[in-house]
């Protein structure tokens, strides 16, 4: 009977990376052909053709964008992560009735759809001059994923004994220093989590971006991918190519992080 399950798991699992890669396979496909190869997307080329590369990186400036999107990314995951910590730290070890009320409205925000509140949104970041800057769409982006970040860094800290924080409160040391020195390295599977469902979100992000980053020299990727559409024509294969140029810092980001990643969701689900 359990070997039954085990094969029943592994086909399920076999099926799902399947249906997962389809896309991928799909955007290589269309990357490496000709735009008068009309052949099926299901067939991968018996040629090789890198014009469709050239074309995202001198068309769709993707140097341009990869740094824009880079900066984003890293400022945004940052300002996620410090004060995502920050933030938890208290509400984990503080179990009072206003805390837990605290962390129920945080929750309550994350249900909030971000388009829903896109005009107030963009009157307020346009009167403080933060249309089209780093700092706007960082800001934006921080506050957005910022409830996800405390959520699970609080569920992480619950589980972690008091016992250490009274044990540097006897040797002396301020709720700084317990929280720098001890619970903060202690925090790497999940830090490891919120930095790749965060950095995914702010790398992939195309709903503000559109919107608070009007400028052409402020184009991310997502808006550098978008540029091959339009209302007239459109370059499938050039747009593939900046995709899969676009999926590699992802990937490796990730497998960099797996092992930290999958211990993190496990121990924050936990409680």
Same mark, same amino acid.
């Given at each position: 009977?359990?070997?039954?399950?085990?094969?029943?798991?592994?086909?399920?699992?076999?099926?799902?990376?399947?249906?997962?890669?389809?896309?991928?396979?799909?955007a290589i496909s269309v990357a490496f052909k000709?735009?008068?190869?009309?052949?099926?997307?299901?067939?991968?080329?018996?040629?090789?053709?890198?014009?469709?590369?050239?074309? *995202?990186?001198?068309?769709?400036?993707?140097?341009?964008?990869?740094?824009?999107?880079?900066?984003?990314?890293?400022?945004?995951?940052?300002?996620?992560?410090?004060?995502?910590?920050?933030?938890?730290?208290?509400?984990?070890?503080?179990?009072?009735?206003?805390?837990?009320?605290?962390?129920?409205?945080?929750?309550?925000?994350?249900?909030?759809?971000?388009?829903?509140?896109?005009?107030?949104?963009?009157?307020?970041?346009?009167?403080?001059g933060g249309i089209s800057s780093y700092w706007?769409?960082?800001?934006?982006?921080?506050?957005?994923?910022?409830?996800?970040?405390?959520?699970?860094?609080?569920?992480?800290?619950?589980?972690?004994?008091?016992?250490?924080?009274?044990? *540097?409160?006897?040797?002396?040391?301020?709720?700084?220093?317990?929280?720098?020195?001890?619970?903060?390295?202690?925090?790497?599977?999940?830090?490891?989590?919120?930095?790749?469902?965060?950095?995914?979100?702010?790398?992939?992000?195309?709903?503000?971006?559109?919107?608070?980053?009007?400028?052409?020299?402020?184009?991310?990727?997502?808006?550098?991918?978008?540029? #091959?559409?339009?209302?007239?024509?459109?370059?499938?294969?050039?747009?593939?190519?900046?995709?899969?140029?676009?999926?590699?810092?992802?990937?490796?980001?990730?497998?960099?992080?797996?092992?930290? #990643?999958?211990?993190?969701?496990?121990?924050?689900?936990?409680?």
């Open positions: 009977m359990k070997k039954k399950n085990s094969i029943g798991k592994s086909v399920i699992g076999i099926l799902a990376s399947i249906i997962n890669f389809l896309p991928f396979y799909i000709k735009q008068t190869d009309l052949s099926s997307k299901w067939i991968l080329p018996n040629y090789l053709y890198l014009e469709n590369f050239a074309d *995202a990186f001198k068309k769709a400036e993707m140097l341009l964008a990869i740094r824009n999107s880079t900066i984003i990314t890293v400022f945004s995951v940052t300002i996620i992560v410090l004060v995502g910590a920050m933030a938890a730290y208290p509400l984990a070890r503080i179990q009072t009735k206003f805390n837990k009320w605290v962390l129920n409205l945080i929750l309550a925000v994350m249900m909030v759809p971000p388009l829903s509140i896109l005009v107030p949104l963009y009157s307020n970041l346009s009167s403080w706007g769409i960082i800001l934006v982006i921080a506050t957005f994923q910022l409830p996800l970040s405390i959520f699970l860094y609080t569920k992480f800290i619950a589980t972690i004994p008091d016992a250490l924080d009274e044990a *540097a409160k006897i040797d002396g040391a301020s709720k700084l220093q317990i929280f720098y020195k001890i619970i903060l390295p202690l925090l790497k599977p999940v830090t490891a989590t919120v930095i790749i469902l965060t950095g995914i979100f702010a790398w992939n992000d195309y709903q503000f971006s559109l919107f608070f980053l009007q400028a052409p020299e402020m184009k991310t990727i997502t808006l550098a991918i978008a540029s #091959f559409f339009s209302h007239s024509s459109s370059n499938m294969n050039a747009a593939a190519a900046a995709a899969l140029i676009a999926i590699l810092p992802v990937v490796v980001l990730y497998l960099a992080l797996q092992q930290y #990643f999958v211990k993190g969701m496990v121990d924050s689900a936990i409680k």
